[in-house]
């Protein structure tokens, strides 16, 4: 099944990725995109935590969810939209999340639009001694950051109102993510920033911790 992502990352690399678990924070667009380009890599499990539910505007940039879902829990319908490789467990879970929670993960990932709970996130990965991707995405604009030992505080986190959202720039940022994860999965994890801007043509710069 996996034999076209074998001929890249190897087999021992595929045998890790049977054995890890990985907790995706958000179920919007880049909790779609991220769900979505994992679900079917090999993971022993995925859990999916969200609060909220599908609503009309989602749907342009929220690529699994239709009309017919407006309503519906996030985290258990992307669950059931995702769920086509059935060697993976998929969890979906109902609320918000909380740094104190009972669940044994390999890795986080961020896809959320809120800084305080992307503190949160810093302080739960820290405890578990674990690697957390950040993600975010406003405009033609968008941020990929891999935190293992940094501190999330070293963001200026102060309040601002969210800005619209592209949905090919979602799809690109939650690639990005899903990719570093897979990276940080298989023990090549390292600690870095992406900026990309797409406001004129593409321009990634890259910042080390």
Request: aromatic content about 10%.
């Amino acid at each position: 099944m996996f034999r076209r992502q074998i001929e890249v990352i190897g087999e021992k690399n595929q045998e890790k990725l049977s054995e890890k678990s990985v907790l995706i924070v958000g179920c919007g667009g880049l909790g779609n995109i991220i769900a979505t380009t994992i679900s079917c890599i090999g993971l022993r499990k995925i859990y999916l935590i969200d609060y909220d539910t599908i609503e009309l505007h989602n749907i342009h940039r929220q690529f699994q969810f239709s009309k017919e879902d407006i309503g519906k829990s996030k985290s258990k319908t992307l669950c059931e939209k995702i769920n086509r490789c059935k060697n993976t467990e998929i969890i979906a879970l109902e609320g918000m999340f909380d740094e104190n929670m009972k669940i044994d993960v390999d890795l986080v990932f961020d896809a959320t639009d809120n800084f305080e709970v992307r503190k949160k996130i810093d302080s739960f990965s820290k405890a578990k001694k674990i690697p957390w991707i950040y993600a975010s995405v406003e405009e033609t604009r968008g941020q990929v950051g891999v935190f293992r030992k940094t501190s999330f505080e070293i963001f200026a986190t102060k309040a601002h109102e969210v800005k619209g959202q592209l949905p090919p720039m979602v799809n690109l940022i939650g690639s990005i993510a899903s990719m570093s994860g897979l990276k940080c999965l298989i023990g090549e994890c390292k600690e870095v920033l992406y900026y990309v801007d797409f406001s004129e043509d593409l321009e990634i710069n890259k910042f080390s911790f």
